[in-house]
């Protein structure tokens, strides 16, 4: 029996850990796709009125937007996890570091990224700058990995599922083996926490890039930017 329904669409970023994290505590989730923010059924704006995902519904009704929300809120099903650290400053610093995922990090991928596919206006001068923007961010995370294994203390926590589900489409569509063997900490860093069966079971294997994506106007136009 499931324990709720997850909203969310495949490969969405802001979804791999709290499937990872369902996986590992035992609890089915049942996957709704929402294929398109601007298209989403009447039902789920009920539930999510930004039409954004991941939400969450558990099976008593409980209804959670926000993907640091809902990762802890799974997570913490699991009375004996480890994966919120084990110290009030261990938990803060997990909070710390999905925020940066998500505040900082994805914006300045996502419009790296989107105006190449189509999901936003072509302008070189606005892509090359959040180029920038994302390569200071993953310089960030590799100075802080560079000495260790994880990114809060010396074990596994959702912090690490969370931002490898944040940063897998810099490695598979930006991060070439030259920028790899430069960042030895982030990039040793996410094919570890990557290659674990919690996060292979839901993600498939790491797709690295071979190059990196050029920036030229996209050949189609896709009008869902979420």
Do not use: C
């Not at 009704?61 to 009030?88: C, H, M, P, R």
């Not at 996410?190 to 079971?201: A, K, T, Y």
């Amino acid at each position: 029996m499931s324990s709720g329904v997850l909203y969310t669409r495949p490969f969405n970023p802001r979804s791999l850990a709290i499937l990872a994290v369902a996986k590992a505590n035992g609890l089915p989730l049942e996957v709704k796709t929402i294929t398109s923010s601007k298209e989403a059924p009447e039902e789920y704006l009920r539930l999510s009125p930004l039409g954004k995902i991941p939400t969450f519904v558990g099976n008593d009704g409980f209804v959670l937007t926000e993907s640091i929300a809902i990762a802890i809120y799974v997570t913490s099903q699991n009375q004996d996890t480890t994966l919120l650290g084990a110290s009030k400053k261990d938990y803060s610093s997990i909070l710390r570091w999905m925020a940066f995922g998500i505040t900082e990090i994805l914006p300045a991928l996502g419009s790296w990224f989107n105006p190449l596919i189509g999901r936003a206006p072509f302008n070189p001068d606005a892509i090359q700058r959040s180029k920038e923007d994302t390569l200071f961010r993953m310089q960030m995370l590799d100075n802080h990995l560079r000495d260790r294994r994880y990114l809060v203390g010396d074990t596994l926590t959702l912090a690490d599922l969370f931002v490898v589900g944040i940063v897998q489409g810099a490695f598979r569509f930006f991060l070439d083996p030259a920028w790899r063997s430069e960042h030895p900490g982030v990039s040793g860093w996410f094919e570890r926490v990557h290659s674990l069966p919690i996060v292979m079971d839901v993600s498939g294997p790491a797709a690295l890039a071979e190059a990196e994506m050029p920036i030229a106007p996209p050949r189609w136009r896709n009008e869902d930017s979420a």
